[in-house]
C-alpha cells in the first residue's frame, strides 16, 4: 500500500469516534494514532470529554454555549 501524507484534523478524528459511539479511551487511542490528544488545558477539549462519558452527544452546542464559536462545522 502507498503511503499518503493526508492528516486528517483533530475535529474529522472526533467526528469518527463520535460516529462509532467510542469510549473515552478508545478516542483517545484514536487521536494518539494521528498525533493529537484531548487536553485538560483546552475548554473545548474538557466539553467533548464530559460529553463522552455522560454520552451527551450535542457537542457542537455545548461547545458554542461556553465559547461562541462552532467546533464542528
Do not use: R
Not at 36 to 59: A, F, P, Q
Amino acid at each position: 500500500m502507498n503511503k499518503t501524507t493526508y492528516l486528517p484534523s483533530k475535529a474529522t478524528v472526533l467526528s469518527i469516534c463520535l460516529a462509532l459511539n467510542l469510549s473515552l479511551n478508545e478516542t483517545q487511542e484514536m487521536l494518539n494514532i494521528v498525533g493529537y490528544s484531548l487536553s485538560d488545558k483546552m475548554i473545548t477539549d474538557k466539553i467533548i470529554s464530559w460529553c463522552i462519558v455522560h454520552h451527551e452527544y450535542d457537542i457542537n452546542n455545548f461547545i458554542y454555549e461556553k465559547t461562541d464559536k462552532s467546533y464542528f462545522i
